[in-house]
């Protein structure tokens, strides 16, 4: 079994669309759970960050983490052309320095 | 925020020459990361650079091919040695600033083609 799986793509939907953004884990070890942008030609660059089960908005933006089923979503609603990136969930133990493990990546493509 | 510069940005290479990826960061960072991404793949740690000591390296990646300086706490390179076409890749430079968090931030990367 893959330490992280994600959603494949690539995912396509018009603007104004709610987008569900999925992974799973193996580690149960994983604390911090995160949700990268990255667009084209760029680097990745922070959306989300989280520690515990449960919700988190920030705008448009809902992360959402089920620790039990290790299972976590990145919701985006009314989505924008500007939303049109690859999205990438990440983790990390942090129990001492540790690395971020990242998942594949979801390409998603928001037509107006 | 961090503001995280690499140089080149892109580049193409010749079959067994080495290139080496120069990252300069705006502030004082401990750890500093060297990430690649293979076309349409994700991000795979190549080291962590701490300032003042040895590069620590992940699982398949060794010293002799990914040589890694860190003289000081704003500045790392990579060099690529030897090159093959397997190493055609992105190479990414990221920094974390809040220690233990797991947030990086990353430089836009530099896109390497080996003919």
């Known amino acids: 079994q893959k330490e992280v799986e994600q959603d494949p793509g690539p995912l396509s939907v018009p603007e104004g669309a709610i987008v569900s953004l999925n992974c799973t884990y193996s580690?149960?070890?994983?604390?911090?759970f995160m949700w990268y942008r990255q667009y084209s030609r760029k680097g990745p660059e922070l959306l989300m960050y989280t520690y515990s089960s449960g919700n988190k908005e920030d705008g448009r933006f809902t992360a959402q983490v089920d620790k039990s089923s290790k299972y976590i979503s990145l919701f985006i609603r009314d989505s924008q052309p500007s939303d049109s990136a690859t999205y990438l969930c990440a983790f990390s133990m942090k129990t001492s320095y540790d690395k971020v493990i990242f998942g594949p990546g979801t390409s998603l493509s928001v037509i107006p | 925020s961090a503001v995280i510069s690499q140089k080149p940005s892109r580049d193409i290479c010749q079959r067994g020459t080495s290139l080496t990826i120069q990252c300069q960061v705006d502030?004082?960072?401990?750890?500093m990361f060297w990430y690649r991404q293979q076309p349409g793949q994700s991000l795979t740690l190549i080291a962590t650079a701490n300032q003042g000591s040895e590069a620590t390296y992940e699982s398949g990646f060794v010293i002799d091919k990914f040589p890694i300086s860190r003289p000081n706490l704003t500045f790392s390179t990579l060099t690529v040695s030897n090159m093959s076409p397997e190493d055609s890749s992105i190479y990414l430079c990221?920094?974390?600033?809040?220690?233990?968090?797991?947030?990086?931030?990353f430089g836009e990367g530099s896109r390497l083609t080996v003919l």
């Open positions: 502030s004082q960072v401990t750890m």
């Open positions: 990221s920094v974390e600033l809040y220690s233990r968090t797991g947030e990086l931030f």
């Open positions: 580690n149960s070890a994983f604390q911090y």
